[in-house]
């Protein structure tokens, strides 16, 4: 089972990023998938949700701005990152469970970079 994130780098205030999250030995549309980033010195927190049925959620400080999405077919999950500020600049990770919830996380990415200057 892996989770491989990829897309990071850097980008300057404003501008956009999309994160891919290719999931290999389970299958995403049976899991819950969630984006969450940890900047450094900071805790983990979580960006976003998309469960296997149902709507997507978003942490407050990224609605608007940026969208989950999950391609079955490719058995990926993305984040298209738009409007980006310095405030964004973290480690993002993939995350996967059976159910939602941080406690519930079975997988885990190994996190890209992105930092927003």
């Known amino acids: 089972v892996q989770l491989v994130e990829s897309g990071g780098g850097s980008v300057q205030a404003g501008g956009s990023l999309r994160l891919s999250c290719a999931a290999s030995g389970f299958t995403v549309s049976r899991y819950c998938m969630a984006w969450y980033r940890q900047a450094a010195g900071e805790q983990r927190e979580w960006v976003g949700t998309v469960p296997t049925f149902g709507v997507t959620t978003y942490a407050v400080f990224v609605k608007g701005r940026f969208v989950i999405s999950k391609d079955n077919a490719r058995n990926t999950l993305y984040l298209q990152m738009n409007s980006l500020r310095p405030e964004d600049t973290a480690m993002y990770y993939c995350?996967?469970?059976?159910?939602?919830?941080?406690?519930?996380?079975?997988?885990w990415g190994q996190g890209t970079q992105v930092t927003v200057s």
């Open positions: 995350a996967a469970g059976v159910n939602c919830g941080y406690g519930n996380v079975r997988y």
